[in-house]
């Protein structure tokens, strides 16, 4: 009798977990990160008003989804211009001047 209760609760319990488990889990995976990348995510998701988890998932679907993966999005329109002048003041200096 005493084995039949203690089976019993075993399958209560996995079937407790394994409902838990179902509802709210997809998949792990285990990350290592340099030093100091959980902090910046951590700060990056307290911003964005998002978990770590979720912060992490957003990135992720970002840079899966970024059709241009070459160009840094974080560069703005002022910094673009800025180094295109500089680009056009270095090509204009290679080219010879009449004197």
């Given at each position: 009798m005493m084995l039949l209760c203690f089976l019993l609760l075993i399958c209560l319990a996995n079937k407790k977990m394994s409902e838990k488990d179902e509802s709210n889990f997809i998949e792990r995976f285990t990350v290592r990160m340099p030093d100091g990348m959980r902090s910046a995510i951590a700060e990056r998701?307290?911003?964005?008003?998002?978990?770590?988890?979720?912060?992490?998932?957003?990135?992720?679907?970002?840079?899966?989804?970024?059709?241009?993966?070459?160009?840094?999005?974080?560069?703005?329109?002022?910094?673009?211009?800025?180094?295109?002048?500089?680009?056009?003041?270095?090509?204009?200096?290679?080219?010879?001047?009449?004197?």
């Open positions: 998701a307290k911003r964005n008003g998002r978990s770590m988890n979720s912060e992490i998932v957003q990135i992720l679907e970002d840079a899966l989804s970024s059709d241009v993966s070459s160009v840094d999005k974080s560069l703005d329109l002022k910094q673009i211009k800025s180094l295109l002048d500089k680009i056009s003041n270095e090509l204009l200096d290679r080219i010879p001047k009449d004197t």
